[in-house]
């Protein structure tokens, strides 16, 4: 069975939502048999790389709450995160665009290490102090290497801004397509889907639905047409 993950690095629901998830796979009978694969998906797609600011002012001028009001959800946040054993720093954080670590992650998948990379970004932009979105392509490099891949080859990765590129918007436009216009966003075998950062109660029926709802392939046509098995191939008799 397969999840796909439709999130985004700067999204804290995501983050958590993420946490939860897992502890609903660790816990189900069949967690060797699901693949996970994570989808891009942008809070700010467009956004251009010099545009930095502290959550916060984001926060007021999006959506039009006060400080007070923004750095109470903050503070929320870090609670729910708290639940769920992890790290949340709820001042003093930034905002920008996460685009080129988007086209970091499709690279991390064609070498195993996308969920590494991808816990090490949330990681890093939400609970260490220095900053994923003001220290350039050098910072993305070393946590990278951080999740095991190569900082050379990150490096030419993020050098170049066409590297990948069609990857994410190819998945953005998918989540359109699935009617997701918010993130996280969670599509087990195609067939169901889960939005938001449910309890991991909600994870686990999901999953045990969706194992349970995969339909057997139904033959079509005859079935003595001649077929290769592990004992050889039949051989037509005239």
């Known amino acids: 069975m397969r999840v796909e993950i439709w999130s985004d690095i700067a999204c804290p629901w995501c983050y958590v939502g993420k946490a939860r998830f897992e502890k609903a796979l660790e816990a189900f009978p069949h967690r060797d048999e699901v693949e996970v694969v994570h989808r891009s998906f942008e809070l700010d797609p467009g956004r251009a790389k010099d545009d930095v600011q502290p959550v916060i002012t984001m926060l007021t001028r999006k959506y039009g709450m006060s400080e007070a009001q923004a750095q109470a959800g903050e503070e929320n946040l870090g609670a729910q995160a708290a639940a769920e054993g992890l790290d949340y720093r709820t001042r003093d954080r930034d905002h920008g665009s996460t685009f080129d670590m988007h086209r970091l992650l499709h690279f991390a998948k064609e070498r195993g290490r996308q969920d590494a990379l991808l816990q090490i970004l949330y990681r890093a932009n939400f609970a260490e102090e220095r900053s994923v979105f003001t220290e350039g392509d050098e910072r993305l490099v070393e946590l990278a ?86 004992d050889g191939c039949a051989v037509p008799r005239h």
């Open 145 to 230: 290497v951080q999740a095991g891949l190569d900082a050379g080859a990150a490096r030419e990765v993020l050098a170049d801004p066409a590297a990948y590129a069609d990857e994410v918007r190819a998945d953005e436009r998918e989540a359109a397509q699935l009617g997701a216009n918010g993130v996280p966003f969670f599509v087990l075998d195609r067939t169901y889907g889960v939005s938001g950062a449910q309890p991991a109660e909600v994870f686990a029926q999901a999953l045990t639905q969706a194992w349970g709802g995969r339909s057997p392939l139904k033959p079509v046509g005859q079935g003595d047409a001649e077929v290769c098995g592990p």
